[in-house]
């Protein structure tokens, strides 16, 4: 891996983030408003004495969920934008390799991603009330760590895909059955034995059930770390799965 074809991937792709104000405005924007959303469907809904509130509850797994979502269809569907203009195929006959060309692209938008997650925190905690037991920095940390996993699994998918609508295609698949079986609409222990089983091996469960650890504990927890080194390994497998798959031809 070359540092110099590294960081040049790293400052082209930040570039043309930058430039494509619709793109910066879905990622920075849409996981605040939907959680903006999110407040006023449950501001009139009261939780049971002495327990959260709905919003403070369901609000702190999304956080978790919807940078994962917005990072895994902008990235997956950037980086087939690539394939389809020809700009890979071109790319791919420097000497710039699988991994400069991932990596450049992880980092561009694992930055983007931070960005994400720090703002829709900023948005949940100081101007919508979201309260949890545990420290705001690790609902941050994890929040960023699971819309990296979502970059990971967009460029993944994408070595997959021939069109940008393929790409969007893969979303129902990775991510519908994540938002079903995490933990947000039941919990998983009572889940059937084999959708359980199916659960324990999906990464956002993991995302979900550390936020859960983060809002019920004031302090980090053994099991919140083992669950974000779980999403985290899960990103790094991902994008080695990605450089493998990559092909140097677009067609």
């Known amino acids: 891996m070359s540092a110099r074809a590294y960081g040049a991937t790293s400052v082209r792709v930040l570039g043309q983030l930058g430039a494509d104000r619709r793109t910066v405005a879905m990622i920075v924007a849409v996981p605040s408003l939907l959680l903006t959303l999110l407040y006023f469907v449950y501001?009139?809904?009261?939780?049971?004495?002495?327990?959260?509130s709905v919003f403070d509850r369901v609000g702190v797994s999304m956080l978790g969920i919807l940078p994962f979502v917005a990072m895994f269809l902008v990235t997956a569907i950037a980086m087939q934008r690539e394939r389809t203009?020809?700009?890979?195929?071109?790319?791919?006959?420097?000497?710039?390799?699988?991994?400069?060309?991932?990596?450049?692209?992880?980092?561009?938008?694992?930055?983007?991603?931070?960005v994400q997650a720090v703002v829709a925190c900023v948005v949940c905690f100081w101007l919508?009330?979201?309260d949890v037991a545990g420290g705001v920095a690790l609902v941050v940390l994890i929040a960023v760590v699971v819309a990296v996993?979502?970059?990971?699994?967009?460029?993944l998918c994408s070595a997959f895909a021939r069109?940008?609508?393929?790409?969007?295609?893969?979303?129902?698949?990775?991510?519908?059955?994540?938002?079903?079986?995490?933990?947000?609409?039941?919990?998983?222990?009572?889940?059937?034995?084999?959708?359980?089983?199916?659960?324990?091996?999906?990464?956002?469960?993991?995302a979900v059930s550390a936020m859960k650890q983060v809002a019920a504990h004031p302090s980090p927890t053994g099991a919140m770390w083992r669950d974000l080194a779980v999403v985290a390994g899960f990103a790094v497998v991902s994008l080695c799965l990605a450089a493998a798959t990559m092909r140097r031809r677009t067609t």
Do not use: H
């Open 43 to 52: 501001q009139n809904q009261p939780g049971p004495p002495g327990m959260p």
């Open 85 to 114: 203009s020809g700009t890979l195929e071109r790319l791919m006959t420097t000497p710039l390799t699988k991994l400069d060309l991932l990596g450049g692209y992880g980092t561009a938008f694992s930055l983007a991603a931070m």
């Open 128 to 130: 919508l009330g979201l």
């Open 149 to 155: 996993l979502g970059v990971a699994l967009g460029l």
């Open 163 to 206: 069109t940008e609508f393929q790409a969007v295609q893969f979303m129902p698949l990775i991510v519908g059955p994540q938002l079903f079986l995490c933990g947000l609409l039941a919990p998983r222990e009572t889940l059937p034995g084999w959708l359980e089983a199916i659960s324990n091996v999906l990464p956002l469960s993991y």
